[in-house]
Structure formats: structure tokens, C-alpha cells
């Protein structure tokens, strides 16, 4: 009988050595072409700031169980190194099927627009198993560096050790990190990315609200906080989002409804609950589920509630939102809800929301459901996504949240605290982060941010693990557009993990980078001025960047933040 190791063709010393490139976190490594990228091998970053570069590598013929490890030092000094080691992590990218990567009239920013696999899990990497390196392909490694806000200053040499299953040394790169003195200051954009705990609960096969759900909830939200994700959005009763008319989608309510007669009362358990979870992981924003249906206001979101001893559905796509039914129902919750947020010490928390993405035709329900609202809750802010100027005209929208292909004439207007968003619909010009799109796209969004002083970005897409109108679970690792619905990679930033712990995508690590550029230009404003602040920022850019004009080199983008992070240091001080 022949063995499995006597099947192996014999692989020769020189054949099983790694050819090893450092690139940067902006470029996206494909298995089945030559990798362009040039060596990044040095760069600056702030003390409590999150970097990350890549580990570019192939072999003539197949490899597996390749060891990698990260070594860390400093010449200087060495208690330093060893305090930064435990928080260096290495992963893989792994590649994932794209059938759906852009739609037919996309513009030239774009990777590619064949179908295909495409770089952007970043997946564990298991000491058993290690890397494999196939034959003649690129494949990488991703490492993240948290540098703790107490770190010391001073630069630090990353080597990057390729070692064969035996423990020998294959191969080394190195790269130098100069952290500066000065520290990351706290976020001010308010940051939500749409949560959807009925796909865990599907994915995951637990009941919502048994223990397992709540432990997989808290770790899907602390990952989230630690990307700069601060608001959460919060069923109040299951979100009427991207839901088939007719259909539903799994109970995820967290207010307890009881209904006798036209009376109802309200149980607010499962809500604090919710609350202390949030505050644990380091929360600052509710953005309360919507109070109506999505495109038009129309309908009433799907409400249990318990009657007669039996839970049943009271309120859903039957439900006329401007019925005295649902009115009276409103009308008694939500005093009640705003009893609850003082109570918590939620007032200046706290963000309402009528219903996602109406348009023009849709003004006489919107209109209504806006106006009955403003009765109870009129005193804490109101946000929607929208595109149309005259919802904020007509004051139907306080706090109007425009996509950003349509923000113009909110900034010509000067719309105070603006938000904007992006999703599926903006493929075109503008930033997005679709995985056929080049990193560069995606965390330029950082600067746009900043120059135009945007108060708080929104996305649709933190964990939507459906098809187009949750008809029906998906597997992401398989499908990356909702079932052929939007461009691959538009619907989820995260992956789910065998065990309950969400693994991120390389696209999400890319926006949390754009968060820190917003973040450092926060500070070296603070420092020399706003208006040497963006005239720093657009040095190169060939024109002032707007949100549809904006370089698009990646090697712009890195040497921007350098020039950022210089002059910071040029200013001298800790904070």
C-alpha cells in the first residue's frame, strides 16, 4: 500500500522557501495574477492607533504547514518591544467567490468586474495546519498591530519569520514602525453600521435571548466598538429592514408588548439588558429601530405581543401606519420608551428613526408618521437615510442622512451636523468599499469626512447574512451578494466564526483605518489650524478632493497620512 507521503511528488530545499514581499494594507493580493504592489517596509503611526501591513508570498510548487511568526524589537529599547509583541496578530486572507462583483455601467475605479474569488477574510491562522503555499500563487498574510495608547515612542522592527513545519527558517522581511509621542484622540464621528442579530441567531442555530445568543451578540459588538462602530442599531421590535413585503423576519424584539382590549403595557427587561451590554462594550449611541416601514412609511413594523396568554403578531405589512390602531399604539408606548431612556440616563444617547430611504412619492405617509412622532419623541433627534433635499426643507427630517452621490445640495445649504451614508446604490464616482474595489476607495472616505465636517457616517451592512429581502439565509463564505443582489461584499463586513466570534474582513480594517486618518486630522488641527490642516491633507491631490474628486493612488493615500503624522510630530507634545 502506498503511503499519502509516498504520493507526494518530492519537492526540492530551494522550491519550499517563501518569496516574501511586504506591501501595504491598501493593496488586495489575487491568487491568479502577478502581484503588482510595491515593498512597504516603513511607516509612522500614533500611540493607541491600529496599523496593519501585509505579508505578500508564494512558492514554485505546494507547501503546506508553513509556520509565521512575528518578531518584535527595538534597539533602545527592549521592555518596550516585548510590551507590543503580545499585540501583534497575524492572519490570512482568505478568498471568498464574488459572481456579483459590480453592476454593468460601473465607473474605471474598480479592480476587476469579472466574476471570481477575491481576497477578504482574515482568517486564523491554526498552529497545526499553518499557511499553504500553492503552486506559483500569491497569497497573504495580514498583520495588525494595536499599539496601546501607553506605548512607548520610538521605533520598532517587525520581522515577519516564514519557518517550514519543522521549525527551520525559511524566509525573513522586516518592517519598521516609528511610533510617535503624540496620542490618537477619541472619536467625535458618530458611526453606525446596521446590526442584525436575527443573522446570528439563523447562523448560529440559538433561540434569540437564550444565553448563547446574548454571549454572541456581546462579542459581534465588541468587534464592532473596536472599529469604531459607536452607535448600535436596537430592535426595539424587529427592524423593518430589507424585508419582502408580506414577509418576516425572525423576532428580535426587545420591548415586551401586552395587549387587553385597546390598552397595552410594556416590559423594558430585555431593552436594559441590551443597554448594559452596549455600555460594557464601550457603546455610546442607541439608534432606535424604525417605527415604520422602509421606502414609504406605509406600514407598521412586525410587533409581538402577548394576548390572551398567547404571543401572537398584532401589528406587520396589514397594518395601515396612519390607522388609529397603530396610532393609539404609538401613542401609548412612546411615552412609556421615553420614561425608560430617562430613567437609564439615555437623553443625549438616544437617535429615533421613521423609515429608511423614502422618496418624493412617498411625502403624505412619511409626512404623517413624522409628524405623529414629533408629538412624543420630538425633542431627541430623528435620523434617516435619504437622497431628496426637500424632506429636509420641508422639515420633515431633522437630521437628514443624504447618500453621498446626493450631498451636495445639503452642503451648499449648510445643513448643520450633516450625516451621510453609502450602500449598494453608489458604485459610481464616489467612495464605497465593495470587494472588487480598490482599498484606496475605501479609506479615502476618512478624509472626505473631515474636510467637509460630517457628523456621523451610517452603512446598512454590518452582518446581513440573507438574501434581498431576508428571504432566506445565506452562507457569506459562499455568497457575498445577497443572492445575487448587490455588488459582492456590499451586505456584510464580517464573517462569521465557528465559534461565535466574528471574523473581519480586510475591507473593515480598511475603514477603521480611514476612522484614524479622521481621527489624526482631528488632531493636527487642533494644533496648526484647520486651514493648514487640509491644505497639508490635498498637497499632491491635483484638485480639492470633494466627495466625488479624490485621488485615487493608493501610494497618495499612505504618503498623505505620513505628511499628517510628520506634522504632527513637528508640533511636539504627547496629546
Not at 282 to 305: C, N
Not at 475 to 493: C, E, S
Request: glycine share 6%; hydrophobic share 40%; charged share 25%.
Amino acid at each position: 500500500m502506498i503511503s499519502d507521503k509516498e504520493r507526494r511528488p518530492t519537492v526540492s530545499t530551494a522550491e519550499s522557501i517563501p518569496e516574501i514581499r511586504l506591501i501595504s494594507s491598501l493593496e488586495k493580493v489575487f491568487a491568479d495574477e502577478e502581484l503588482q504592489a510595491a515593498p512597504y517596509v516603513k511607516a509612522t503611526a500614533l500611540r493607541g492607533e491600529t496599523f496593519s501591513f501585509q505579508a505578500a508570498y508564494r512558492t514554485a510548487t505546494l507547501v503546506k504547514h508553513i509556520r509565521v511568526r512575528a518578531e518584535v524589537s527595538n534597539s533602545e529599547n527592549a521592555g518596550a518591544a516585548s510590551a507590543i509583541a503580545p499585540f501583534v496578530e497575524l492572519r490570512s486572507v482568505g478568498l471568498v467567490p464574488a459572481e456579483l462583483p459590480i453592476y454593468a455601467d460601473h465607473d474605471d475605479n474598480v479592480l476587476r468586474a469579472t466574476p471570481g474569488l477575491y481576497p477578504d477574510p482574515l482568517l486564523p491562522i491554526a498552529p497545526s495546519e499553518g499557511l499553504t503555499g500553492f503552486p506559483g500563487q500569491w497569497r497573504s498574510v495580514w498583520v495588525t498591530v494595536r499599539l496601546p495608547e501607553a506605548v512607548a515612542a520610538g521605533r520598532y522592527t517587525i520581522a515577519i519569520v516564514f519557518e517550514s513545519a519543522e521549525g527551520a527558517e525559511l524566509a525573513r522581511e522586516t518592517f519598521e514602525l516609528d511610533v510617535l509621542t503624540a496620542k490618537l484622540p477619541e472619536q467625535k464621528l458618530i458611526h453606525t453600521e446596521w446590526f442584525h442579530t436575527d443573522c446570528l441567531s439563523t447562523y448560529y442555530g440559538v433561540d434569540v435571548f437564550s444565553e448563547r445568543y446574548w454571549e454572541i451578540v456581546e462579542r459581534y459588538v465588541k468587534t464592532a466598538v473596536d472599529h469604531g462602530i459607536n452607535m448600535l442599531l436596537t430592535p426595539l421590535f424587529t427592524p423593518p429592514l430589507d424585508t419582502q413585503v408580506g414577509g418576516e423576519r425572525p423576532t428580535v424584539q426587545l420591548v415586551d408588548v401586552r395587549k387587553s382590549g385597546d390598552t397595552y403595557t410594556f416590559g423594558f427587561g430585555k431593552l436594559k439588558r441590551w443597554v448594559e451590554l452596549c455600555d460594557r462594550c464601550g457603546v455610546r449611541y442607541f439608534e432606535l429601530s424604525h417605527l415604520f416601514t422602509q421606502w414609504g412609511a406605509k406600514h407598521a413594523p412586525k410587533i409581538m405581543a402577548e394576548e390572551d396568554g398567547e404571543l401572537k403578531r398584532i401589528f406587520g405589512w396589514d397594518t395601515d401606519a396612519t390607522g388609529e390602531a397603530y396610532k393609539s399604539f404609538l401613542a401609548q408606548f412612546l411615552p412609556e420608551l421615553v420614561r425608560f431612556i430617562r430613567d437609564n440616563g439615555l437623553e443625549k444617547r438616544v437617535y429615533f428613526h421613521v423609515s429608511d430611504e423614502p422618496h418624493t412619492e412617498h411625502f403624505p405617509w412619511y409626512e404623517s408618521a413624522s409628524s405623529w412622532l414629533k408629538q412624543f419623541v420630538g425633542e431627541f433627534p430623528s435620523i434617516d437615510a435619504l437622497s431628496d433635499y426637500a424632506f429636509y426643507e420641508k422639515g420633515l427630517v431633522p437630521n437628514p442622512v443624504p447618500a453621498s452621490n446626493h450631498i451636495k445640495p445639503f452642503l451648499d445649504n449648510g445643513v448643520p451636523d450633516l450625516w451621510t451614508y453609502y450602500c449598494c446604490s453608489q458604485y459610481k464616482t464616489v467612495s464605497n468599499r465593495f470587494i472588487c474595489m480598490p482599498s484606496a476607495r475605501n479609506r479615502v472616505l476618512g478624509l472626505q469626512l473631515y474636510k467637509f465636517r460630517i457628523a456621523g457616517f451610517l452603512h446598512w451592512g454590518y452582518n446581513f447574512w440573507y438574501a434581498q429581502y431576508s428571504r432566506f439565509p445565506i452562507d457569506p463564505y459562499k455568497n457575498t451578494d445577497a443572492n445575487h443582489a448587490f455588488p459582492a461584499g456590499d451586505p456584510f463586513v464580517v464573517y462569521p466564526g465557528p465559534d461565535g466570534t466574528p471574523y473581519e474582513s480586510l475591507r473593515f480594517e480598511v475603514f477603521r483605518e480611514a476612522l484614524q486618518d479622521l481621527r489624526a486630522l482631528e488632531l493636527l488641527e487642533s494644533r496648526i489650524g484647520r486651514e493648514r490642516t487640509i491644505a497639508l491633507m490635498e498637497e499632491g491631490a491635483g484638485a480639492p478632493i470633494t466627495f466625488d474628486e479624490y485621488p485615487r493612488d493608493a501610494a497618495w493615500l499612505l504618503g498623505c497620512r505620513e505628511r499628517i503624522n510628520e506634522a504632527i510630530r513637528a508640533t511636539g507634545g504627547p496629546a
